[in-house]
């Protein structure tokens, strides 16, 4: 422990800068993020992928799977989310960009404090001020987006023929949504905050600790008590599809616990499958929507490659990763907790700039390390990409490892049934490598085909070489 403090007290040394130095962080924090802004909207999503949606044929590996109509009508949904993406990111950049030019986040520290004031709490009470703090700044903040989404909802997704969700619904949800985060977020804010004024300048490790603990108890918390909250999960009927699940699951011992089924098409006809749960206790969630447009036999290909994210410990590793990234924040924060420079560049008065609020020196900084973590997503969803191909390979494997020959089309299913979902969803073929780089989490549907052909000729190699 101590040699940790070490390297994490020389980091701050570097940093020392920061509480002496008068930098001017507000034009620092407007220049960054106009220029990420200027580079994610106008110039990816705008000059460089929106062109693509012109195109009238798809591109030629998928060219026998999609019917001109569907091509046509992928083309339009593309273009019409594009636009929305380009209206969404200016209006997002603009409302953040006068939050931080008129001082607002130092007026909410004030109103917040106002706030508890009249409950008859003092400033004496940080954490309690903390908590006001965060709601003040989420009204004023996550509201105004709030029309965005009931575009998104009733007139994007509506106009395409994807929206189920009715206006009770999405009022429900939205109600539904807010009351889980005031029954979690305080609690969580005080912990984290409790910890700071505990472990004073030693609280990377408690800090990373509590977090990791919080993360597990949410895997458990979530769909057990939040995710009942907006869907019912049935267990999934008896049948070919559950027989052929379980018999999977079993040949891979896969510790697989629950079956479900999920109504997603109750706002939705976008489909999906997933697993979560424990190391020892797994649950597998299946859209209705998967199960209604593809086959028992595809829809079984889809939980093969579900099982390989498994199988090759995905989950953990992006765990690992982000307990690595947390660990990187932390460390650098320190720097941004004692300076009184950094909250008198965004307007706040001397008396609280002093003594720096822990919530608001980690907000600032947030704000201040924005561009970096813009790298930080791209770089995961090169990851995650890494990972989704691993995990089709391991579909293809299937056979050769669990020498079940009624497996050695596994690669085709999973490309029939990767071919459905996108047909249904009417996801966009023709995608620029930057956008995808920035957007997606997934490689598109001709990378995947052109990879699921390869593995397929490298899996009918290495059975040959057996014989
Ligand atoms: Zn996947």
């Excluded at 593809?294 to 990763?321: C, F, N, Q, R």
Aim: net charge neutral; proline share 5%; charged share 20%.
């Amino acid at each position: 422990m101590d040699f940790l403090h070490t390297q994490l007290d020389v980091l701050q040394k570097h940093l020392a800068f920061v509480a002496v130095e008068p930098i001017d962080w507000k034009t620092y924090v407007q220049v960054s993020s106009w220029l990420v802004c200027l580079f994610e909207v106008s110039y990816v999503i705008r000059l460089r992928q929106y062109p693509l949606y012109s195109k009238t044929a798809p591109p030629p590996v998928l060219a026998a799977h999609f019917t001109d109509e569907v091509f046509a009508k992928s083309q339009a949904y593309g273009r019409d989310k594009a636009k929305f993406s380009l209206f969404e990111g200016f209006f997002k950049q603009t409302l953040d960009s006068l939050l931080v030019q008129y001082g607002v986040y130092a007026w909410a520290w004030s109103v917040a404090g106002r706030s508890i004031g009249i409950l008859g709490y003092g400033p004496e009470y940080e954490i309690l001020q903390s908590i006001a703090y965060v709601i003040v700044l989420f009204l004023v903040s996550v509201i105004p987006s709030l029309p965005l989404s009931v575009y998104r909802t009733f007139v994007l997704e509506e106009k395409h023929g994807f929206n189920k969700t009715t206006p009770v619904l999405f009022v429900m949800d939205l109600l539904k949504g807010y009351a889980v985060g005031l029954v979690l977020v305080p609690p969580f804010l005080a912990a984290f905050l409790y910890i700071f004024k505990w472990a004073g300048d030693r609280f990377v490790p408690w800090l990373m600790a509590f977090l990791l603990a919080f993360q597990l108890v949410m895997v458990v918390l979530y769909p057990t008590v939040i995710q009942p909250l907006f869907n019912k999960l049935s267990p999934l009927a008896e049948g070919e599809l559950r027989t052929r699940i379980e018999a999977l699951a079993s040949r891979l011992k896969f510790p697989l616990t629950h079956l479900y089924e999920i109504d997603g098409s109750k706002r939705s006809s976008h489909s999906n499958a997933y697993f979560y749960g424990l190391p020892w206790s797994k649950h597998i969630v299946i859209f209705d929507t998967l199960i209604k447009q593809s086959k028992a036999d595809e829809v079984e290909a889809v939980l093969a490659h579900e099982l390989g994210h498994w199988y090759h410990m995905h989950p953990t590793k992006l765990l690992l990763i982000s307990q690595a990234h947390i660990f990187t924040i932390l460390g650098i924060f320190p720097a941004f907790l004692h300076a009184p420079a950094v909250l008198r560049a965004f307007d706040f008065p001397a008396d609280v700039a002093t003594h720096p609020p822990t919530i608001v020196a980690f907000l600032l900084f947030q704000m201040i390390v924005a561009p970096f973590e813009a790298v930080v997503g791209v770089a995961m969803n090169a990851l995650s990409r890494r990972f989704e191909y691993q995990a089709d390979n391991f579909a293809c494997k299937l056979r050769g490892m669990l020498k079940v020959e009624e497996m050695a089309d596994m690669g085709d299913r999973l490309g029939r049934a990767l071919i459905t979902l996108h047909q249904e969803n009417l996801s966009t073929v023709w995608v620029d490598w930057l956008f995808s780089a920035y957007h997606h989490s997934h490689p598109t549907l001709g990378e995947r085909l052109r990879a699921l052909e390869a593995f397929k000729v490298d899996e009918s190699k290495s059975s040959k070489k057996e014989l």
